[in-house]
């Protein structure tokens, strides 16, 4: 039973092809066309070589018990379709596989069971490597803890042209701020040089300074104020004297 079950699973990923057939197909001989010796699909214990031995019609086939094949469905002048099935009695059939044919060539359609566990080991697999793949990426460090460290987003951060970063335009609050500090250095700190247009040579600045007051009229309006305060303060008035009323 395993053999025979392996031996079906391989005849899935076959095909069979007779190009003398080819040309001259037709709902008529596609039978006999399947039934050539070298097509590894066709069983030769079948109803159909027994019928065809005794040259009797395939009409018969309804009257036998065992294995047989029928033609399903035909589309001229490309498109085959053949049973196998198991006959148990004139009503009853089981179907076991079916084939069709394209252009010629023969092929086993494959089975519900088949197509499913296909389809499931498909979707394992690409789930397994996205998970094998996805590992890959994962770094850890015992100080760090885990991160994901990709080669390709290295190489597009690389690739990509550096954009500069857009200064922010300064506030009122900090212009004016800007402004008083350079008002205060310029006035402590006057230029030297004076350039009119550029690219011409500087012109020297010559920078008026203002007469310093004599040191004698100094120390005359520093005792001023001392005399003034050190001059005694006029004497006040006493209160005025109560009267005593009349009565």
């Not at 080819?22 to 590894?40: K, Q």
């Not at 994901?148 to 190489?155: G, L, M, T």
Request: net charge positive; aromatic share 10%.
């Amino acid at each position: 039973m395993v053999q025979y079950l392996l031996f079906a699973d391989n005849l899935l990923g076959i095909s069979w092809v007779d190009s003398g057939w080819v040309p001259s197909l037709n709902p008529g001989n596609v039978l006999d066309y399947f039934s050539e010796r070298s097509n590894p699909f066709y069983d030769r214990t079948c109803n159909n070589e027994v019928v065809k031995m005794q040259r009797l019609t395939l009409e018969h086939l309804n009257q036998m018990v065992g294995v047989e094949y029928i033609l399903l469905h035909a589309q001229e002048p490309i498109l085959y379709i053949i049973r196998k099935q198991q006959r148990q009695s004139p009503t009853q059939v089981i179907p076991l596989a079916d084939y069709y044919i394209i252009a010629g060539v023969v092929y086993q359609a494959p089975d519900l069971g088949t197509v499913i566990s296909s389809r499931v080991l498909s979707a394992v697999h690409g789930i397994q490597s996205a998970f094998d793949e996805s590992m890959s990426y994962c770094r850890y460090h015992p100080s760090k803890g885990y991160w994901w460290h990709f080669k390709d987003q290295e190489e597009r951060e690389k690739a990509k042209p550096k954009s500069k970063k857009k200064e922010e335009p300064s506030s009122l609050f900090q212009r004016h701020r800007v402004d008083t500090l350079l008002l205060d250095l310029r006035s402590k700190f006057p230029p030297t040089f004076y350039q009119p247009k550029p690219g011409e040579k500087p012109i020297p600045v010559e920078v008026k300074k203002e007469p310093e007051p004599p040191a004698e009229t100094v120390k005359q309006e520093e005792r001023e104020p001392a005399t003034k305060s050190s001059a005694p303060a006029p004497p006040s008035k006493p209160p005025p004297e109560k009267r005593a009323r009349l009565q």
